[in-house]
């Protein structure tokens, strides 16, 4: 058995070929011939930031982007090889598990979470801005959960909740 980690949550094939696996134990990246797994290593800050992982994205800059269930937001810059980790409790983040990433037409990172709504990342601020209940009621889009969203050739962002789908204008 080639794959050990029975539990994966998410799948990405990045601009380059290889194949992305977010598990229950880690990030697994396969070239089509050897596979090399990420954990997160205590005593490195630029390790994988938590382990258990639910969601993946690649940005318009090739940095891979990683939801995880209960450790925030992870960056993965492939030219460094290096991860960023960002968490609720320090980086602005609303929450710490994140369901779902997409990226706007300016470049801006998404992020659906658990139960807060929405936190959009600016990659020339390097800051995030949340959406919390209040705003997500003004576009009318429910609270809490976000389960998927989608980005598309319009720009408009596509929001899939336990409610139903719902179109942020």
Request: hydrophobic share 35%; charged share 20%.
């Amino acid at each position: 058995d080639e794959y050990p980690y029975k539990l994966t949550y998410t799948m990405l094939q990045d601009n380059n070929g290889f194949l992305w696996f977010g598990t229950m134990h880690g990030l697994l990246r396969y070239d089509g011939l050897q596979s090399v797994l990420f954990r997160n290593n205590i005593d490195d800050s630029t390790s994988l930031g938590f382990d258990d992982i639910v969601s993946l994205y690649q940005d318009k800059r090739g940095n891979i982007w990683i939801g995880t269930w209960g450790g925030g937001v992870v960056k993965y810059d492939l030219s460094s090889e290096k991860f960023s980790t960002f968490i609720a409790e320090k980086n602005g983040l609303s929450d710490n598990i994140i369901w779902a990433i997409t990226e706007d037409m300016e470049g801006n990172i998404w992020f659906g979470t658990q139960s807060k709504g929405l936190s959009i990342y600016s990659p020339g601020k390097k800051s995030f801005n949340s959406f919390d209940n209040n705003n997500l009621d003004k576009q009318n889009i429910p609270k809490g959960y976000i389960s998927t969203l989608l980005t598309d050739s319009k720009g408009d962002i596509w929001i899939g909740t336990p409610q139903g789908l719902h179109k942020y204008v």
